[in-house]
């Protein structure tokens, strides 16, 4: 508190409810309008989630929530006081008052009140409060660099397989190697396009600072029709020769994980014509369930617009060879992830961490006594694989839509289903790009916390875009802990498997 001559401290006066509240103006470094929030699940209840401020990550936490317990009522609209609490905190009020002096000769313990011409507000210590709030989450034990990013190489060090990400074009099957790709992302809504050029080209963007082509896959494939369209569709980061090319596909369909001896060589005699000589290999799916084409990145971008298109990005950089970005080891990018959507919240997952994608099956087998989180059963490769439904474990109200996948997780040997509303990307995120989340905003039954890590990225229109980045290990022990808890036996039973249907 900052003493002004005279015996007096200034403090800001607030309201929470129908409460009047006042704090010591000096703990308050900004009053600002409620910023956009991305709910954090199995925080605190008092945790409405996390913002981006300033540039920086911080707890937003709702003050009637911290004062009543979990019945209180978050504010609608208000303001937001942002106070240092050791780290940022955002605590979210009804409406700001006014600043005025405190008489100090009396005394101002927690919970005084003070007397202005707008009535009595009562004094407050934020820093106790939050203290006994948050009690034991500050000193948590961080995972260190050998967590998640190393899971997948780790549980698979034993296993020789070929990771793929599969894509559905014109009602076939085709795949990329996972190592040529760098990412997938939505189409973008504004594409420079080139008249005169291929007719292979969409267009060019700018992504991450860089000229980047677009080309159709149909084309590429001589498959019936130009343009790939639909809201499934998406562009595929790929490793091209000499740089980085989008490729337009109508939509992802799976991240496929099979063993070596599934992916053969093309037959010579299928070798032949425009689009056959683009693949590379043929990998037989699981069961009996049909073959996939194994394209090459390297054969696919062999086009003399694309590669034109390439040294006019380098020229524009001021490079003359090859930048870094593009010569990058893919492997050793700092985090690719997956992400996936449930509610109005993104949430990524390491890739090394996700076996497969595939189609929530229309039916799932119940599992007797088993939680509400448990969908149901399926199998997957000879295997039983419960079904989590994320909506519940993540609190998660309203319709899920349509289109819901699983992501299969393997960790350490143990495989488990996911259901989400949606899978829409493959990102690789820079460094820059990545924090630690705020200490306050982690688990409050003090368990291993899922979300140790959350990626800031810039969009087009303005607003950030915040995706929480899950820790695999934690993710499956706190829903096996659960399950131990909950369920009685496995899973008896299951249906069909839907395999790596397109969405």
């Given at each position: ?227 790939d369209e639909g809201r499934g569709a998406r562009v595929i980061v790929a490793h091209g020769p000499g740089g980085h090319v989008g490729l337009l596909v109508d ?253």
């Amino acid at each position: 508190m900052s003493t002004q001559a005279g015996g007096s401290a200034r403090v800001l006066t607030f309201r929470v409810g129908a409460t009047r509240l006042a704090v010591p103006a000096g703990a308050v470094t900004e009053v600002l309008r409620p910023p956009p929030i991305t709910r954090v699940p199995h925080a605190p209840a008092s945790l409405m989630g996390i913002a981006t401020v300033r540039g920086s990550v911080v707890p937003v936490i709702s003050l009637s929530r911290l004062l009543e317990g979990d019945g209180g009522a978050a504010p609608e609209g208000g303001r937001v006081l942002l106070f240092d609490a050791g780290e940022p905190v955002a605590l979210a009020v009804n409406e700001v008052g006014t600043l005025a002096d405190l008489d100090t000769a009396g005394p101002s313990p927690d919970g005084a009140l003070y007397t202005d011409g707008d009535g009595a507000a009562r004094l407050i210590d934020l820093k106790e409060l939050l203290r006994r709030a948050f009690a034991g989450l500050a000193a948590r034990t961080r995972r260190g660099d050998s967590g998640a990013r190393s899971v997948g190489h780790q549980a698979r060090a034993a296993v020789d397989e070929r990771a793929f990400l599969a894509f559905a074009l014109a009602g076939q099957s085709y795949a990329l190697p996972l190592a040529e790709v760098a990412e997938a992302i939505t189409v973008p809504d504004h594409l420079a396009y080139l008249p005169g050029s291929d007719a292979a080209m969409v267009g060019t963007v700018s992504h991450r600072g860089r000229l980047l082509p677009i080309v159709s896959a149909r084309v590429l494939l001589g498959l019936e029709g130009g343009a790939d369209e639909g809201r499934g569709a998406r562009v595929i980061v790929a490793h091209g020769p000499g740089g980085h090319v989008g490729l337009l596909v109508d939509r992802l369909t799976t991240i496929l994980r099979v063993p070596a001896e599934s992916v053969a060589a093309v037959p010579a005699v299928l070798n032949r014509g425009r689009g056959e000589a683009q693949i590379q290999s043929l990998c037989r799916l699981p069961d009996g369930r049909g073959l996939v084409s194994i394209l090459s990145a390297a054969r696919l971008f062999r086009n003399e617009t694309v590669a034109h298109l390439l040294a006019q990005g380098r020229a524009e950089d001021g490079e003359e060879g090859s930048s870094a970005m593009d010569t990058v080891n893919p492997d050793a990018a700092a985090d690719r992830v997956v992400v996936f959507h449930v509610g109005g919240e993104e949430y990524g997952l390491p890739v090394d961490a996700v076996a497969e994608v595939v189609r929530l099956p229309e039916t799932l087998t119940r599992v007797p006594k088993a939680p509400p989180f448990i969908e149901g059963a399926m199998t997957l490769r000879g295997q039983v694989l419960p079904v989590i439904d994320q909506r519940r474990r993540f609190g998660v109200a309203g319709d899920a839509g349509t289109r819901r996948r699983v992501v299969v997780t393997r960790i350490d040997g143990t495989l488990a289903g996911f259901a989400v509303d949606g899978v829409s990307e493959i990102l690789t995120l820079s460094a820059d790009q990545v924090c630690e989340t705020p200490d306050l905003a982690h688990a409050a039954d003090g368990g291993e916390t899922i979300f140790t890590r959350v990626a800031t990225l810039r969009t087009a229109d303005g607003p950030e875009r915040m995706i929480l980045l899950i820790e695999p290990r934690a993710l499956l022990s706190r829903t096996e802990r659960d399950l131990l808890a909950t369920l009685g036996g496995p899973p008896q039973g299951a249906v069909d498997d839907p395999g790596s249907a397109p969405p």
